[in-house]
C-alpha cells in the first residue's frame, strides 16, 4: 500500500461513528447480537443441567427452548409494531 492509502484508510476510522452516538436500530441490533451470542454460548450448560435435574430429554428440552424464544420474539415484534 501507498502512504496515500493509509492516510484514506486512517480517515475512514477517524469518522467512524462512535457508539454511544449510533442510531437506536444499531445499538438494539448489536444488542441482540450479544444476547443470542450469549444463548448460543450458555446452550449447552443449561441443557446439561436440565437432563440431570429434570429429566427433560433433547426432544423436550428444544421444544420448550424454541417455545420460549418465539414468545420472546413475539414480544419483541410487538411492541416495536406499537411504537
Not at 500500500?1 to 486512517?10: R, T
Not at 480517515?11 to 450479544?34: C, E, K, M, Q, Y
Amino acid at each position: 500500500m501507498h502512504s496515500a492509502d493509509h492516510a484514506s484508510l486512517d480517515s475512514t476510522h477517524a469518522n467512524a461513528i462512535p457508539t454511544s452516538a449510533a442510531p437506536s436500530h444499531v445499538r438494539r441490533g448489536v444488542a441482540f447480537a450479544l444476547i443470542a451470542a450469549i444463548a448460543w454460548g450458555t446452550g449447552g450448560v443449561g441443557a446439561a443441567i436440565l437432563y440431570r435435574d429434570t429429566g427433560l430429554g433433547p426432544v423436550a428440552t428444544s421444544f420448550w427452548r424454541i417455545a420460549v424464544g418465539a414468545l420472546v420474539l413475539a414480544a419483541v415484534w410487538r411492541r416495536d409494531e406499537d411504537a
